[in-house]
């Protein structure tokens, strides 16, 4: 676990406006809801980049996606702009990698559960995205993976937690979250944020239901990588939103 939040500090790129790069398929795959669902529909697309919605109006993404109008379906939520806070930890100033704001009309859609506790490694976790999908098989420097697709969908992938208690830095914003490292078939639909994924949704499974546990932040390459490439040993990283649940439960719950 060491190993791994130390490659996530020395590795993180700059901020990810990160796409589900899955090893098991490409194309039209995993681009409907998977059963049991976590909140498929509660994905919204933030000027092209996911946008999650939480419940009671309130939506959250990367801080480096922004706030502004969100759409569910074919359906446009404007943004109010007076709503916008940017979160921070509890006793320091608002410097995080999350926004938070409220939308118009108010989607029909249920509220998320949000996950109370941080994440175990191994927790498998289930992430939401949109944006490039998987290529074509690529090597470098002896380590398999894929180039990033031409093409942009609302995806879904698995991967399990490989290192808890992590800084993600970021385009000079410090966010409490984990990582998830890209192995070859770990997971049943292996996946790797990738351009586009920015304020996707990471959900894990807690006493039999799913969890809202992180929003994707960036991704760790290593040394030279060639760009546009995912490859087995990369990171994706996302915030720990049970650092913020009471703040968000606060907002969520507000009358």
Partial sequence: ?????SLVLLLLTTPATCALVVD???GEANTRAPAPDPGWANLGRRGGYPAIYLGNGWVITAHHVGAGDVVFGAVTHHALPESTLRLGREGSPPDTDLVVFRIEPRP??????????PPHVGDRALLIASGLDRGEPTTWNGRKGWTWGPQTALRWGTNRVAAVGVDVRAGGSVTPGFAMSFDARETRFEAQAAMGDSGGAVFIPREGRFELAGVLLAIASFPGQPPNTALYGNLTTAADLSVFRDSLAALVQAR
Avoid: Q, V
Avoid at 1 to 5: C, D
Avoid at 108 to 115: K, N, Q, V
């Fill in 1 to 5: 676990m060491r190993r791994l939040a």
């Fill in 108 to 117: 029909d859609l249920p509220t998320l559960p949000i996950r109370p506790t």
């Fill in 24 to 26: 098991t398929d490409a």
